[in-house]
Structure formats: C-alpha cells, structure tokens
C-alpha cells in the first residue's frame, strides 16, 4: 500500500509562495510519475504539474513560469514550488503516483490564496 505524507499548505496573500511537498513510500515501483493535482469546489480535479524519474515536466498552462516541480527520487519526494500565487490557485492539492495503469493518491494539502 502507498502511503504519502504531505505538507506545505496553508493560507498566503496574493502574491505570494508557498512549496509543497509529498514523500511517498511502501512501494517498489520503478519509472513512475509523480505529480500535483488540484480540486476546487464545484470543479473537476485538474492536474497543475508532474514529472517523471528522469525529470521529464509537464504544467497546467495556468501555472506555467510560476510554479515548479521537482522531485528527489532517493527520497521518493515531489516538490511543488509555487509563486505568484493567485486567488484563483485555491484548491485542495493533492499528490499523485502513476505507474501504468495504477494510481495512487495523497489525502490532499489546503491552499487558500486570500487578502
């Protein structure tokens, strides 16, 4: 069973940063993807960023020159810094782990985007 452990959310005035970050473990899995989704209410959960082992990125195209993933693959560890953040960019964020046809996901971090 994956297991996650999520943190870095909270409340930040338009603007502003904040950096997620998830630590997977319980798994053996090789070649997977990480990533970050997000959910607001009434809305459908959209994908903000993942990337691959070898570092291979791809991002929503609202947040693209502002946010950035990473990932330390010793640790099992996805990274989302997030700059610039707007009103819009509140949601819940959760993390994900790809590995073919099987996906897992994190409980989800609260990002509120609020004067």
């Known amino acids: 069973q994956v297991q996650f452990v999520e943190s870095g959310g909270g409340l930040v005035q338009p603007g502003g940063s904040l950096r997620l970050s998830c630590a997977a473990s319980?798994?053996?899995?090789?070649?997977?993807?990480m990533g970050w989704y997000r959910q607001s209410p009434g809305k459908q959960r959209e994908s903000v960023a993942t990337?691959?082992?070898?570092?291979?990125?791809n991002y929503a195209d609202s947040v693209k020159g502002r946010f950035t993933i990473s990932r330390d693959n010793a640790k099992n560890t996805v990274y989302l810094q997030m700059s610039s953040l707007k009103p819009e960019d509140t949601a819940v964020y959760y993390c994900?782990?790809?590995?073919?046809?099987?996906?897992?996901w994190g409980q989800g971090t609260q990002v509120t985007v609020s004067s």
């Open positions: 990337i691959t082992t070898r570092g291979i990125t």
């Open positions: 994900n782990l790809s590995w073919t046809n099987y996906n897992f």
């Open positions: 319980g798994h053996s899995f090789s070649g997977y993807v």
